[in-house]
């Protein structure tokens, strides 16, 4: 009882802040963290404010609740103190993206028992009228995408799954999804599918590899979250594709520029030894954000405690509008106008930066520098960018 007495009064401090904020501010929905510790614990508690209408947004707010399991996870924390356990941590990320909310936690420690585990939960709500969103609903024909999404998962996924995994089953697909700018991600439960660091493990498949199934109505999720804009280049994506690139990130990489490795390898863990290029080394991360995503740092020693991230190499996804495998260069020439610089890679060029034959266009956005590579077929191979 006490549990449930402190996430109402979560849910109504969350709805006095929207009432506070006032009707100018009542379309800027948002979503903060109002979590809880105790002790080595603590649980993270997203509480969403600013909407216009109260009765729904506390509806909301305890549908959010609910779906990523803070009850429980609440009332684990208070067991545990008279338990010899290693504790409990969760986490959330993710947000309001149109009129949509997604978002994930990851819980992490003694969840049922003494033993350490692992889980995901997720929330997928519909901010119109609170309703939680079905993975159907992304598509105009949901069983057709489910069927093509399995496909997908035996031909493309279970190929590059290591062998030393204690569970690597892809199929049947997890109930648990999280929507964010670059696609969608399959939550699965650790005793399905779980990592080389024993987490529960995780598939992004970018929007550009799900556009024949999306629905592409102006009203429907997809539209909505920005979906569709990710996987369609126009000449308005010139400008988002500069403040990408200003901003030091790519979609759904949760990495800047500049910032230091090591607390990287730290949470996300390498998924492989770290590979040797052309002036530096290529450090491939767990999870299915990192999937052919590759951080490019420093060689000059054998240890990276001092090595920052000097660029961002995306080889599978899409971009405001840039796809890789789909995009030609002249179509985002025709955006992006002519390069900087552009470069050709030979055979032996191509060996030493890990890539294929073909060129690259340079172009320099504020601090960072955009590299669109391109394999000898004119097709966008690779978005990487660089300081």
């Known amino acids: 009882m006490k549990i449930r007495r402190i996430i109402r009064s979560l849910l109504a401090a969350g709805a006095a802040m929207a009432l506070a904020l006032g009707c100018a501010a009542a379309e800027e929905v948002s979503v903060t963290d109002a979590g809880l510790g105790l002790g080595d614990s603590r649980v993270g508690v997203p509480i969403v404010s600013g909407m216009a209408d109260e009765a729904l947004q506390l509806e909301i707010n305890r549908r959010l609740q609910e779906d990523l399991g803070i009850d429980g996870y609440l009332n684990r924390m208070t067991l545990q103190i008279s338990e010899e356990s290693v504790g409990i941590r969760t986490d959330w990320e993710g947000g309001v993206r149109g009129d949509v909310l997604s978002l994930r936690m990851a819980a992490e420690g003694s969840l049922e028992n003494t033993r350490s585990t692992y889980a995901w939960t997720s929330a997928n709500i519909d901010l119109r009228d609170g309703h939680e969103i079905a993975l159907d609903e992304l598509f105009t024909d949901g069983?057709?995408?489910?069927?093509?999404?399995?496909?997908?998962?035996?031909?493309?996924?279970?190929?590059?799954?290591?062998?030393?995994?204690?569970?690597?089953?892809?199929?049947?697909?997890?109930?648990?999804?999280?929507?964010?700018?670059?696609?969608?991600?399959l939550l699965y439960p650790v005793q399905q599918l779980s990592t080389l660091s024993d987490r529960?493990?995780?598939?992004?498949?970018?929007?550009?590899?799900?556009?024949?199934?999306?629905?592409?109505?102006?009203?429907?999720?997809?539209?909505?979250?920005?979906?569709?804009?990710?996987?369609?280049?126009?000449?308005?994506?010139?400008?988002?594709?500069?403040?990408?690139?200003?901003?030091?990130?790519?979609?759904?990489?949760?990495?800047?520029?500049?910032?230091?490795?090591?607390?990287?390898?730290?949470?996300?863990?390498?998924?492989?030894?770290?590979?040797?290029?052309?002036?530096?080394?290529?450090?491939?991360?767990?999870?299915?954000?990192?999937?052919?995503?590759?951080?490019?740092?420093?060689?000059?020693?054998?240890?990276?405690?001092?090595?920052?991230?000097?660029g961002i190499r995306m080889d599978r996804g899409c971009a405001e509008g840039l796809c890789v495998g789909k995009t030609i260069w002249e179509e985002w020439r025709a955006v992006l106008g002519e390069p900087d610089h552009t470069a050709e890679l030979d055979a032996d060029k191509a060996e030493g930066m890990r890539r294929e034959m073909g060129g690259c266009d340079y172009y320099r956005f504020g601090d960072c520098q955009l590299q669109l590579y391109c394999g000898e077929d004119g097709v966008l191979a690779s978005i990487t960018l660089t300081e």
């Open 143 to 185: 069983e057709a995408a489910r069927a093509a999404i399995e496909e997908y998962l035996e031909w493309e996924v279970a190929p590059e799954l290591s062998a030393h995994l204690e569970s690597s089953e892809l199929l049947p697909l997890p109930e648990k999804f999280y929507l964010d700018e670059a696609g969608l991600t």
């Open 200 to 310: 529960a493990g995780d598939i992004r498949i970018g929007w550009n590899e799900l556009a024949e199934w999306l629905d592409t109505d102006e009203d429907g999720i997809p539209a909505r979250i920005g979906a569709l804009r990710a996987i369609t280049l126009t000449q308005e994506s010139a400008e988002r594709i500069r403040a990408m690139a200003e901003s030091g990130r790519l979609p759904g990489v949760p990495v800047t520029v500049g910032e230091a490795l090591k607390p990287l390898t730290d949470r996300y863990h390498l998924l492989i030894d770290p590979d040797v290029y052309e002036g530096g080394r290529m450090f491939s991360l767990e999870g299915g954000c990192f999937r052919d995503v590759f951080l490019l740092t420093d060689f000059l020693s054998e240890k990276w405690d001092d090595s920052v991230v000097q």
